[in-house]
């Protein structure tokens, strides 16, 4: 029997989608360094100097990346952070592409190329849209209601949380490819790239759990209890020293125990009672990614499920306590896997109605 041929895309097709990979990056970019601003307490200067408050300062890989850049070329840090940036967006896109194709969501390799470039719209819902400041409806001369002030307020701008999404995906790639095939090789390249994602942002924490769930079943308790070992040491490993390094930079909020880590989940409920806010939030929470995973979650696969069960449900249940949840960007994590099994699900639900 004949093998299907599927079309593959030109060397002029993938210039074009690697020039509109880098302009959308670009354009992202710099939208993010107009409309937003880092907080005054982990300002650009700040950061690179090592100064900022706990626990943004331990998040330290953007801002020794931006260091060594300003040593080696005469860049201000306003120019290196967005350089940085653009990068994430580039990694971004470039393994939501591997992704696509690791997933086996479509066999043409034009369609994968497309999809890859989707991921941007709900990272950008997530990081670019402003907060909006909505109140109640108010009554006016005459008995008539109308809607009261409407305000938008810019967020705040942190290096390390496009990276973050970035690492996410690249981490639930290496689950994958090491639950396929359990090797030392294999488990040293995601050792080192989870160190590498802990050192920027500790909510990789929350990728053990992911693993957990995603090989549960797939491989034998010794191999995974092994994966999960390492992962747990080298988290250790990394957290507690930097915690340590920057104990002395206290965050004049914290106000959960003896952490650093602030305490936002009054702050949250009451905006949750907030008629106006859940009629209008929940179409950028999570980029919008959760209606489609929500209603079609029979049609994603057991990994990718294990996936939103293991790191996306407990980040959001963290971020309620400890985050801002006006501020999307604590998410932002979850939003590469539910788009991920968002695309999935749409993919499977589209071939199912053909057949």
């Known amino acids: 029997m004949a093998s299907i041929s599927h079309p593959t895309v030109s060397r002029f097709e993938r210039g074009v989608w690697w020039a509109a990979a880098l302009f959308v990056s670009l354009f992202c970019t710099a939208i993010q360094l107009s409309i937003t601003a880092p907080y005054r307490l982990t300002s650009f200067a700040r950061m690179t100097h090592f100064t900022a408050v706990e626990p943004f300062q331990h998040r330290v890989l953007l801002p020794a990346l931006a260091v060594a850049i300003e040593h080696l070329a005469p860049l201000g840090p306003h120019l290196v952070f967005g350089l940085l940036e653009v990068v994430a967006w580039l990694a971004v896109i470039m393994l939501a592409h591997r992704a696509v194709e690791r997933f086996g969501i479509t066999e043409s390799e034009a369609l994968k190329r497309l999809l890859a470039l989707s991921i941007v719209l709900p990272l950008a819902i997530v990081v670019l849209m402003p907060d909006l400041k909505v109140w109640p409806l108010s009554s006016l001369d005459g008995g008539t209601l109308d809607l009261g002030s409407w305000s938008a307020r810019t967020l705040f701008y942190y290096p390390y949380d496009l990276p973050a999404a970035a690492f996410t995906l690249a981490l639930l790639l290496a689950v994958a490819d090491w639950g396929d095939r359990p090797e030392w090789r294999p488990l040293g390249g995601l050792a080192i790239l989870f160190a590498v994602a802990t050192v920027n942002r500790e909510t990789t924490l929350f ?44 965050n004049p909020h914290a106000a959960l125990g003896d952490t650093q880590y602030e305490l936002h989940v009054g702050e949250n409920l009451r905006l949750l009672s907030h008629p106006i806010y859940l009629l209008t939030e929940p179409v950028r929470f999570v980029g919008g990614c959760w209606l489609v995973v929500v209603l079609w979650w029979a049609h994603i696969e057991r990994r990718l499920r294990a996936a939103v069960l293991g790191l996306v449900v407990p980040l959001i249940l963290a971020g309620v306590v400890i985050g801002r949840i006006a501020e999307h960007r604590i998410f932002i994590e979850a939003v590469p896997v539910l788009w991920l099994a968002g695309v999935q699900a749409i993919s499977r639900r589209i071939r199912d109605d053909a057949a």
Do not use: C, D, K, T
Request: charged share 5%.
């Open 207 to 250: 990728v053990i759990p992911m693993a957990a769930l995603m090989l549960a079943g797939r491989l034998p308790i010794a191999r995974l209890a092994l994966l999960l070992a390492v992962m747990l040491a080298l988290y250790a490993a990394v957290e507690w020293p930097l915690h340590w390094l920057f104990s002395n930079q206290p």
